[in-house]
C-alpha cells in the first residue's frame, strides 16, 4: 500500500507529488511487504548514512492473512521496526499509523476473523505511543469507510489498495501531524 504511494496510474502518484516530493521523501514501501523483511532491510543497511526527521510507518496487512501470524507477532514485529529505526537514527520520530481495514478474507467469517486480527494488532501497537516525543500512533482507519462501516470501492477498488482518491485521504489526515513532527514540535493531536 505505501509502495503505491508513487506508482501512477488510479494510485497515489499525483498525491505524492503534491504532499511529498517537496519535502524529498523517500518510500522505502514495497508491495506485498511484511514486518520481517521490512526489520531485515533496517537490519541491513536500509537506513544506513541518512537519518530522516520522520518515518510514516503503516505495515501488517500482509501479516494478517488467515493464520501466518498472530496479531502479537504482528504487534512485535512492527515494535521490532520501531526498535530499529531508533537504534540507527534516534533522533527520527515516528508515524505509527494503524493498520487500515480491509475486506479481502474468501467468505464472512474470514473477513471477521481478519477484521478482529487487524484490530487487535492496533490495539497493541497503540500503546507504542509515547506521548509523540518519539513514536505517535494515529488511526485514520474510519476515514476510509462509509457510514455502515463498508469499504467504499472508490477508495479501496480491490478493498485492500488504494486508490488516488484513498491516498488523497490519507495524506489529508496525516498532514498535521507530519507538518508538526518535521518542526520537532511534540505531537498530540
Request: hydrophobic share 35%; aromatic share 8%.
Amino acid at each position: 500500500i505505501t509502495h503505491f504511494w508513487e506508482r501512477d496510474g488510479e494510485f497515489g502518484l499525483p498525491v505524492w507529488e503534491r504532499y511529498y516530493e517537496h519535502r524529498e521523501a523517500l518510500n522505502l514501501g514495497f508491495g506485498g511487504d511484511r514486518t520481517e523483511w521490512v526489520n531485515w532491510r533496517l537490519q541491513n543497511g536500509e537506513l544506513d548514512g541518512i537519518k530522516p526527521k520522520v518515518v510514516q510507518l503503516m505495515i501488517g496487512t500482509n501479516n494478517s492473512n488467515g493464520s501466518d501470524n498472530t496479531a502479537e507477532e504482528i504487534a512485535d514485529g512492527v515494535k521490532g521496526i520501531i526498535d530499529e529505526i531508533k537504534k540507527k537514527s534516534p533522533s527520527t520520530k515516528v508515524l505509527l499509523l494503524a493498520v487500515f481495514p480491509r475486506n479481502t478474507g474468501k467468505d464472512d467469517a474470514a473477513k471477521k476473523i481478519q477484521k478482529d486480527k487487524i484490530d487487535k494488532v492496533n490495539s497493541i501497537i497503540s500503546k507504542l505511543d509515547d506521548g509523540g516525543k518519539s513514536v505517535k500512533f494515529l488511526d485514520i482507519g474510519s476515514k476510509f469507510k462509509d457510514a455502515s462501516g463498508a469499504l467504499p470501492k472508490e477508495l479501496m477498488p480491490d478493498q485492500l489498495h488504494l486508490s488516488e482518491k484513498g491516498y488523497e485521504i490519507w495524506a489529508n489526515a496525516v498532514e498535521s501531524v507530519i507538518t508538526s513532527m518535521l518542526k520537532g514540535d511534540q505531537v498530540k493531536a
